[in-house]
């Protein structure tokens, strides 16, 4: 085997790893934006539900206005952020930690407590959050596995050059508290 044929052998073989990294990393990025998409589907039906909820909690809690406007401009910025960006995250994160606040309140109304409306709605919410979590915790995974995977040899040589970055977790941060108690139903 001349010199010529072993650099033709090392090239294909670099060429070969390349593309096995390549595509190995769109199908993990991939994964990634479908595991987002699948949080986002769960979060714009919370969206949908809090303005009932509002409703139902302004009628018995009228003086609990500064928490109801909260729940409202929340969901508003929710709504309105970037789909899949960190303003997304962050909007969400306020979301939860308000409607956590939203439910919190329901403890000091009684008459609110046994409205067949709210109840309904809250179970719903629990439900949508238990979704949430579910679809948080493998789009977290989907994004281990995609970092991983970017960071791993042979693709570390090669994903930052196809334009593969690390994506960002899907945090609860401080308001992680308020959205594991916000969906417990106890009446």
Do not use: W
């Not at 606040?101 to 959050?129: C, G, H, T, V």
């Not at 915790?137 to 693709?155: D, K, L, M, T």
């Not at 970055?165 to 417990?184: I, K």
């Amino acid at each position: 085997m001349g010199f010529g044929t072993i650099l033709l052998i090392i090239i294909v073989v670099i060429g070969a790893l390349a593309v096995m990294a390549y595509n190995s990393l769109v199908h993990l990025r991939q994964r990634c934006r479908q595991a987002f998409a699948d949080i986002d589907v769960q979060t714009k039906q919370r969206h949908d539900l809090v303005p009932n909820l509002v409703e139902t909690v302004k009628g018995y809690a009228a003086h609990e206005r500064g928490t109801l406007d909260e729940v409202v401009k929340a969901r508003a910025a929710a709504v309105s952020a970037p789909a899949g960006s960190p303003q997304q995250i962050e909007a969400e994160q306020a979301l939860s930690g308000a409607l956590g606040r939203l439910i919190a309140i329901s403890e000091s109304y009684p008459d609110l407590k046994a409205n067949q409306n709210f109840l309904d709605l809250q179970q719903q919410l629990a439900d949508i959050e238990s979704r949430i979590a579910a679809a948080r915790r493998f789009y977290n995974g989907a994004v281990s596995e995609y970092n991983a995977g970017i960071q791993a040899f042979p693709a570390v040589l090669f994903a930052s050059a196809f334009g593969f970055t690390p994506e960002t977790f899907f945090d609860l941060g401080e308001e992680r508290a308020a959205v594991v108690e916000a969906p417990s139903v106890k009446f």
